[in-house]
């Protein structure tokens, strides 16, 4: 018997949390999505060393691709199955196998072997930002969220901050395997700690899952992602591999946009997308993700070889991004909170991180890193206009009822454009570092997919072959950032498309009973 569809939710929305409340439960989502943050951050100044350990330095892109794609193909479902089943429950069981991935990984034996894990990884940290950012959404109004989007923000990139630096004192001090096993404390923390204080109103709702349309989406994901990956680099762009990857993708998305027309409970409706603001902010988004994870994978890299870094050291060079981004952040959301205006805060984002791109390009063998520092300044700064104001157009665009589906979705597409800017970029890399080396170093083979370019190794090459391999390094790292520069141009034009308007301020909840809320599809329960 076919199930009924819930009724609309209120215009108003729910956003009924006392400040009291919301920072009650802030500490607890924070250290979700800290915990995600850190993955992601504390892996990338190791990744050398995971290299020269297990070898596969032309599959190091995928340590991170393999984490970006399965959290890209969950994210919108977290988002579904938490309007439908509860914020909370999703938020825990994301948790829970975020953990049971990072103890995987610690023990990996192998490049596959950390690359699966690194997928199940994934597949918990699909559910960890939307549900963070999806319950402020249903706990605070879009007027007052920037001032919380700040605290996230901050949390954010104090991660990122932490991330690096921890990632390299770790690697230096106990070894690479133990980076993977530092979410274990902070993820069992919030585990616990939003198991005590997470208490969310719902309404019971008769609902369908779009099982198939997410089915969909994973294939369209998938097909996508490898055909960046694969096309250029394993296998001609005109090969039969990549012909077909293209075919399935296009046809994903044309049985994908079908399906969601017709599906009671679309995974992702397509009625958000006739937003505009809804449309443009996915847009940026995903070209963030592109510009950010697609570039900045392979400053570790850079930082460990040619500019003589440690571990540690390299993590210490990204503060000047963070801080840049983190004190940014802050000052958006406050300004925000008190105009309610936002416009002009992601153009100015997009032109400075243009500017930021440009500068990055232009690292050399002999670029001081008080210079670098410089750069990475310029970007993050960039970054911290941008990130947040995202989140808060798309949450602002929306009905209530659909706060997570809105939410995974830009997530969505900044995890998606995350995974194809590394798998572009990383073949940009690979071909421009063989490039450069063949030229500088011509009847001399380093098995750069066999670990013999980690850093330990590097320095200890003869001086003329050292300096070619710092040559072909930094070649190859400023192709990647030309290349992702035209990204934050595109930001830039998007944002100028932005409609500024009105911030939703709060408004109580419907009373159970009311027009258009039946009392038995609206009682109040607590999750």
Request: glycine share 12%; net charge positive; proline share 5%.
């Amino acid at each position: 018997m076919a199930e009924a569809k819930a009724p609309a939710a209120p215009a108003a929305g729910p956003a009924s949390g006392t400040r009291r409340e919301v920072l009650i439960v802030l500490p607890g989502l924070l250290l979700a999505m800290i915990i995600a943050m850190l993955d992601q951050l504390v892996v990338s100044t190791a990744l050398p060393r995971i290299v020269s350990d297990l070898g596969g330095l032309s599959r190091l892109a995928w340590v991170v691709t393999a984490y970006i794609l399965t959290s890209t193909i969950a994210t919108p479902l977290y988002g579904k199955l938490g309007d439908l089943y509860g914020r909370k429950r999703l938020l825990m069981v994301a948790i829970v196998i975020f953990l049971i991935g990072s103890a995987l990984s610690g023990l990996s034996q192998s490049m596959d072997q950390l690359i699966a894990f690194r997928a199940l990884q994934g597949l918990g940290a699909g559910g960890l930002m939307v549900g963070a950012l999806a319950t402020i959404g249903d706990l605070v109004s879009p007027r007052e969220r920037g001032q919380y989007m700040g605290y996230m923000m901050a949390a954010m990139m104090l991660a990122m901050i932490a991330g690096p630096l921890v990632g390299g004192y770790i690697t230096d001090s106990f070894g690479w395997r133990w980076i993977f096993y530092i979410n274990m404390p902070v993820g069992g923390a919030a585990l616990a700690y939003l198991g005590v204080t997470l208490h969310l109103p719902r309404k019971v709702v008769q609902h369908k899952i779009d099982y198939l349309g997410a089915a969909v989406l994973a294939v369209g994901a998938t097909a996508i992602v490898l055909l960046t990956t694969w096309g250029g680099n394993q296998y001609g762009w005109g090969s039969d591999q990549i012909i077909g990857l293209g075919i399935v993708g296009v046809a994903s998305i044309a049985v994908f946009i079908a399906v969601e027309a017709r599906a009671a409970e679309p995974v992702l409706p397509l009625h958000v997308f006739k937003n505009r603001n809804f449309s443009l902010a996915s847009a940026m988004s995903f070209l963030l993700g592109l510009a950010m994870l697609g570039a900045l994978t392979f400053l570790p890299l850079y930082q460990q070889t040619v500019q003589h870094a440690s571990p540690t050291s390299s993590g210490l060079l990204l503060i000047p991004l963070m801080l840049g981004a983190t004190v940014t952040s802050l000052i958006a959301g406050q300004v925000t909170s008190r105009t309610g205006r936002y416009k002009v805060l992601p153009i100015i984002g997009g032109a400075i991180m243009t500017v930021g791109m440009y500068l990055l390009a232009h690292l050399g063998p002999d670029t001081s890193r008080l210079t670098s520092a410089t750069y990475f300044v310029v970007l993050g700064v960039g970054m911290g206009f941008l990130m947040q104001i995202t989140t808060l157009i798309v949450q602002n665009s929306v009905d209530p009822r659909d706060m997570g589906v809105a939410s995974s979705s830009r997530a969505f597409f900044q995890q998606i454009g995350g995974s194809i800017g590394v798998s572009i970029f990383g073949a940009i890399f690979i071909r421009r570092l063989d490039e450069a080396m063949r030229a500088r170093l011509p009847g001399l083979h380093l098995n750069a997919a066999g670990g013999q370019l980690d850093p330990a190794t590097v320095n200890h090459l003869p001086p003329v072959v050292r300096d070619g391999v710092f040559f072909s390094i930094s070649h190859a790292v400023d192709g990647v950032f030309i290349w992702v520069a035209p990204a934050a141009v595109l930001v830039f034009l998007l944002a100028l498309c932005i409609k500024e308007i009105p911030l939703r301020g709060r408004a109580q909840p419907e009373p159970a009973g009311q027009p258009g809320v039946p009392a038995a599809q609206a009682q109040e329960l607590v999750r």
